[in-house]
């Protein structure tokens, strides 16, 4: 079955500083790879999926992941972080053709002045 | 085009009492999830249907919860009696199927239930 692992649930990152979200994934099968956001009290919001084209992938909102097979990780950046960007991020994968996603424990991302 | 709607919102009962929460998917998706997030954690796959059948319910407590999805369109998701630990954000969500599907799921805004 698959598995993602989301290392340190509060992150802190001052305003205009590199957003680093790690995110590893286990799955026995070529898999999908997604980042999803939560801001308080909505649902989540898909800020960027892998589906095997390119293994950069850009999303919303200035984000991007690079998809590394070797080291079976999916990490979230954003080359500079807005006050906007505090809420919960979520990594998630699926095994293709099984429609189902395993999500990560998420990050609470906090933006310092 | 609309997204998931669900209700209501925010619910709080007391233990050993049921609540019912209701999911209207995108129009067209076929495939519908209920998700568990407790707080801190990431969601939790509850239940998944494909039309009206059940595709997946092996992480669903069944001798407490049920969900149905009469007609393939509307779902409902009931817990009777509920426990503290079932205190969460109930998660609805959609999706599509065929040759053309990458796996991304479309979320309501939840329901949030406060067992007391």
């Known amino acids: 079955a698959q598995s993602v692992t989301q290392l340190g649930s509060h992150v802190s990152v001052s305003e205009g500083a590199l957003v680093l979200l790690r995110c590893n994934y286990s799955?026995?099968?070529?898999?999908?790879l997604f980042w999803y956001v939560q801001y308080p009290n909505q649902g989540l919001q898909l800020l960027l999926k892998y589906t095997s084209a390119a293994t950069l992938v850009k999303g919303i909102n200035g984000f991007e992941a690079e998809f590394k097979k070797s080291e079976t990780s999916f990490h979230l950046t954003k080359p500079s972080a807005h006050m906007s960007d505090a809420a919960e991020y979520f990594c998630a994968v699926s095994e293709r053709g099984n429609n189902r996603l395993a999500f990560g424990k998420g990050n609470q991302v906090v933006v310092i002045p | 085009e609309a997204g998931v709607a669900q209700s209501p919102r925010y619910k709080i009962i007391e233990k050993r009492q049921s609540v019912a929460f209701w999911c209207n998917p995108i129009s067209g998706h076929a495939t519908l999830y209920w998700y568990q997030q407790i707080l801190g954690q990431g969601p939790k796959l509850l239940i998944q249907?494909?039309?009206?059948?059940?595709?997946?319910d092996s992480q669903l407590p069944k001798d407490r919860f049920s969900a149905e999805r009469l007609k393939g369109v509307d779902s409902t998701l009931k817990i009777q009696p509920a426990k503290l630990e079932d205190s969460a954000v109930y998660l609805c969500?959609?999706?599509?199927?065929?040759?053309?599907?990458?796996?991304?799921?479309?979320f309501g805004e939840g329901s949030r239930l406060t067992v007391l």
């Open positions: 969500a959609s999706s599509q199927r065929g040759p053309g599907f990458t796996g991304e799921l479309f």
């Open positions: 799955s026995s099968v070529p898999p999908y």
């Open positions: 249907f494909q039309n009206n059948g059940v595709v997946d």
